[in-house]
């Protein structure tokens, strides 16, 4: 990002994104385009140039570095093949979110990390130091909270900027809560 006269006075926001559970890749999560949405109707609505919207996508690696059971792995190159299809899968999520920025006139930056998403977000907003962080909320229960536990409640607690949280709709919500 190059520093200018008119990007320093635009508020940098940042919104967390993941991908949908359900339907996967590229596809976004619930709680991902319903804090987007919510942050350019109640935030940006028309005033576009005022803002930068600054997309993260966490990935999570697989606990035992292998997401396809099915696979077989014979040879480096195969491994290098699974690192670039994550790669590829992050960037057509975070191309949706991108896309709708441009077509609305939205200054934006997107990029991926990988790691635990909690952690990884309070990092970045360290690092880039956004004036607002925007991210959705599944709306676990009690119970389930302790066994997955939730990133918007991490973040809203150690991030060093404002945090908002956007709840899904009750009509978007799935029928298992932990599915997005």
Avoid at 121 to 138: A, F, W
Wanted: aromatic residues 8%; hydrophobic residues 35%.
């Amino acid at each position: 990002m190059e520093g200018g006269a008119a990007e320093s006075s635009q508020t940098r926001i940042m919104v967390g994104v993941n991908e949908s559970t359900i339907k996967g890749y590229p596809h976004a999560s619930i709680s991902s385009k319903g804090a987007f949405e919510w942050t350019l109707s109640k935030i940006v609505r028309a005033n576009t140039s005022a803002f930068t919207l600054l997309f993260l996508h966490v990935q999570v690696p697989d606990q035992d570095g292998f997401d396809d059971m099915d696979s077989i792995y014979a040879s480096p190159d195969d491994f290098k093949k699974l690192n670039h299809r994550n790669k590829i899968r992050g960037l057509h999520l975070l191309e949706y979110f991108v896309n709708r920025c441009h077509e609305i006139g939205v200054p934006c930056e997107a990029w991926i990390k990988k790691g635990d998403p909690k952690e990884v977000i309070c990092h970045e907003v360290n690092r880039v130091q956004p004036d607002l962080l925007v991210v959705g909320s599944r709306g676990l229960g009690p119970f389930q909270r302790v066994f997955v536990g939730t990133v918007s409640e991490f973040c809203a607690k150690h991030a060093e900027c404002p945090v908002i949280t956007i709840k899904r709709k009750v009509d978007e919500a799935p029928q298992d809560p932990i599915d997005d």
